[in-house]
């Protein structure tokens, strides 16, 4: 059973950096399409950024495009970039994964099988 586990939330200024991790213990995600969500307070989990199984392709939900950066670490590792941190940034977030090949990741939390068990981001001064 795959297991994911997240790391790397805290509290950070507006216009900070964070980069967290999701990290899987005994498997490779190199067959994995992996998806970061975030869910704030009474607010639906949204969709925040995806990496692709087979070429890495990514996608970003727009209000993190230009500041956000999803990429592979190693075999066992996906992390997220998160820079020029907005308030609107707080939130719980998770990771995810679904074992795809040649199938493009996609947004949508329904469409993933594996999830950790969160990490809090809070940007506030």
């Known amino acids: 059973q795959l297991q994911l586990v997240e790391s790397g939330g805290g509290l950070v200024q507006p216009g900070g950096s964070l980069r967290l991790s999701c990290a899987a213990s005994g498997f490779t995600l190199d067959y994995y399409n992996i998806g970061w969500f975030r869910q704030a307070p009474g607010k639906e989990r949204e969709g925040v950024s995806c990496i692709s199984s087979s070429d890495s392709s990514t996608d970003y939900v727009n209000s993190v495009k230009g500041r956000f950066t999803i990429a592979r670490e190693n075999k066992n590792t996906v992390y997220l970039q998160m820079n020029s941190l907005k308030p609107g940034d707080t939130a719980v977030y998770y990771c995810?994964?679904?074992?795809?090949?040649?199938?493009?990741?996609?947004?949508?939390?329904?469409?993933?099988?594996?999830w950790g068990q969160g990490t809090q981001v809070t940007v506030s001064s």
């Open positions: 995810a994964a679904v074992a795809k090949l040649y199938s493009r990741c996609v947004l949508r939390a329904a469409r993933y099988d594996y």
